[in-house]
């Protein structure tokens, strides 16, 4: 918050505090920034993409699996401050990339994270993993 305040950008922020429902701060938002430093497949990723929204995730391994590099968002080497400052400054550049990042994000949320996708992908693991080898 010292760093908004020193460079006079307070305008482009909103600390909400404890939130319930996401949806409407979801809806406010052109960009979605996970720099986590450990991670599982992240629901507020999820939530974000489900809501078109492009993401700009650090390269744990739940990030990884659920963002398409170049294609749902970006990728960047944690603790690579640099490469995530540049991602975040070519998709504020590029609305018609942010719009194109988010339908694909959309797309990609509603493939693979749809509960019953999800559930028959456990239920087609669990019927490989219990069915006796061949031979």
């Known amino acids: 918050m010292q760093q908004i305040e020193r460079y006079s950008i307070q305008k482009n922020f909103i600390f909400t505090g404890h939130v319930t429902n996401v949806f409407y701060n979801l809806a ?6 996970l ?3 450990a991670e599982g497949i992240s629901r507020a990723l999820m939530e974000a993409m489900a809501m078109g929204i492009p993401a700009v995730c650090s390269d744990n391994d739940g990030n990884m699996e659920a963002v398409d590099e170049g294609d749902t968002g970006f990728i960047f080497p944690m ?6 400052a540049d991602n975040l400054r070519i998709l504020l550049e590029n609305k018609d990339l942010r719009i194109k990042m988010g339908h694909q994000a959309r797309i990609m949320a509603g493939k693979k994270f ?6 028959r992908s456990y239920e ?4 490989k993993l219990i069915r006796p080898p061949h031979g």
Do not use: C, Q, R
């Open 28 to 33: 406010a938002m052109d960009i979605f920034v």
């Open 35 to 37: 720099p986590s430093f």
């Open 79 to 84: 603790n690579n401050h640099g490469v995530l």
């Open 114 to 119: 749809d509960m019953k996708n999800l559930a």
């Open 124 to 127: 087609e693991l669990y019927i």
